[in-house]
């Protein structure tokens, strides 16, 4: 069974420019989390989505923001780019089931901004 | 306001020592908790997770944690530490309102170094 697959891996982009990172989450999972790691920040919790609905949203502003498709992809998308947006962005997916809370992190998409 | 706080940042023990990390919590109600492991250039996985039951959790590659709710804590051990082991290790509870959640608030990390 794949596992959740973050595409690109890696990019660079310049302050100003928007970015779109995509999450393909393993096959029949149906929610969606995004997060942002940073060395001095930390893990910090994005947004989730579920049937194409965000269902949490984290404390980030506007520029941040996140679609699922009916087929449980999710792409981010970052406008106005900011050096602080420089970060390891980590899509996580997981069953709709009780009980479970076992999140599958993919290995992100490391972006960096100049 | 939710919050998970691991007080060793770096720690180093060796090969074939134990291990305990710590992880204090914050939450008003009954924590759904976490351990998840990241190696370098990696994403992050689960190491086990406590939601109610037994205390005393077992996990993946030899690890267990233990659930202290008089001590909003939730340790995770290991009775004889490998090589392979190192790495960064993250508490996490949920911050949801149920164990299905892909809300989960984590702490800053602890960066395992194992001795030869």
């Known amino acids: 069974k794949a596992g959740v697959t973050q595409t690109p891996r890696y990019l660079i982009k310049t302050r100003g420019q928007q970015v779109t990172l995509s999450c393909s989450p393993i096959?029949?999972?149906?929610?969606v989390s995004w997060y942002q790691q940073t060395p001095g920040q930390g893990l910090q919790f994005l947004f989730e989505y579920f049937s194409e609905t965000q269902r949490n949203k984290g404390n980030f502003p506007g520029r941040f923001s996140g679609r699922q498709f009916s087929n449980s992809r999710s792409e981010m998308n970052v406008s106005t780019l900011e050096l602080g947006d420089s970060a390891l962005y980590l899509c996580?997916?997981?069953?709709?089931?009780?009980?479970?809370?076992?999140?599958?992190f993919g290995e992100g998409s490391r972006l960096t901004v100049l | 306001a939710q919050s998970v706080t691991q007080p060793d940042i770096h720690i180093t023990v060796s090969e074939g020592a134990s291990l305990e990390l710590r992880c204090n919590y914050s939450?008003?109600?009954?924590?759904?908790l976490f351990w998840y492991v990241q190696s370098p250039g990696q994403g992050l996985q689960l190491l086990l997770k406590y939601f109610s039951g037994d205390t005393l959790v077992q996990g993946i590659k030899g690890f267990e944690a233990e659930f202290k709710r008089s001590q909003s804590s939730f340790n995770l051990r290991k009775p004889s530490v490998h090589w392979s082991d190192a790495a960064e290790y993250f508490c996490a509870v949920g911050a949801g309102s149920s164990s299905n959640t892909g809300k989960l608030i984590f702490g800053q990390g602890t960066t395992l170094q194992v001795k030869p």
């Open positions: 996580a997916s997981s069953l709709e089931a009780p009980n479970t809370g076992e999140l599958f």
């Open positions: 939450y008003g109600a009954t924590p759904y």
């Open positions: 096959s029949g999972h149906r929610s």
